[in-house]
């Protein structure tokens, strides 16, 4: 198996294409949507929900076979077609083309393949096997969505305005400052609906000369 490169990429206005129209290619669209692509699925016969979403211009449905000429122009490319010669034929043209491709269940053609994500608030998990165990990693997926460390996760806006504020005063404390004032008191403060006073002690401590560089320096 390939070693993967963990990447996140930014598709606000990028073309993307789906081949394929079933539930998987459903739940592929959804996702790109999120990320504010421009979506085109090619399928002839294409679920419900992807009816819906065409019609209401949020996605483009072009009802036919993939044909070749279909990436041109193309950022990303999904294939979920069950047919092997199709997505042989799309595998070539996205190698041709540069394009970034996902085949659904064939690792072997895939140039990227899809995490399981969590998503909480603007923090994002994602979660790879490498494509060994697709199975794997939704459990992972599940066991992290209840886990009690994504408190943290909804406390990022407050962090962010944190950093934004510690910027436009000149202070950049490094990452070591920052994991040792995010303590749990910070995290109970923030949960207890106490966020304004969450947000000035982090504020505060970050500004505080750390006690063993003071210790040092004495």
């Given amino acids: 198996m390939p070693s993967y490169y963990p990447v996140y990429l930014n598709l606000k206005g990028r073309r993307c294409v789906i081949i394929g129209g079933g539930a998987e290619a459903e739940r592929k669209v959804n996702g790109l949507l999120e990320c504010s692509a421009l979506v085109t699925v090619i399928s002839p016969k294409a679920t419900i929900a992807l009816h819906d979403l065409a019609n209401r211009g949020f996605i ?3 009802s036919r076979e993939y044909q070749t000429g279909d990436l041109e122009g193309v950022f990303l490319a999904i294939a979920e077609n069950d047919k092997p010669v199709v997505y042989m034929e799309v595998a070539r043209e996205a190698e041709r083309r540069g394009v970034l491709l996902n085949v659904v269940d064939t ?25 060994l165990s697709p199975a794997l990693a939704r459990r992972l997926k599940e066991e992290l969505s209840e886990s009690p460390v994504l408190r943290w996760a909804d406390m990022a806006d407050m962090v962010a305005e944190v950093r934004l504020a510690l910027q436009r005063k000149g202070v950049r404390p490094d990452p070591e400052r920052w994991q ?26 970050l500004q505080e000369q750390p006690r063993s560089t003071q210790e040092i320096r004495s």
């Fill in 180 to 205: 040792e004032c995010m303590d749990e008191e910070l995290l109970e403060l923030f949960h207890g609906g106490r966020r304004e006073e969450a947000k000035e002690r982090l504020l505060h401590m």
């Fill in 60 to 62: 483009d449905w072009v």
């Fill in 107 to 131: 690792t072997n053609l895939c140039s990227f393949i899809a995490p399981a994500i969590v998503r909480r608030g603007d923090v994002t998990f994602a979660i790879s096997t490498s494509g």
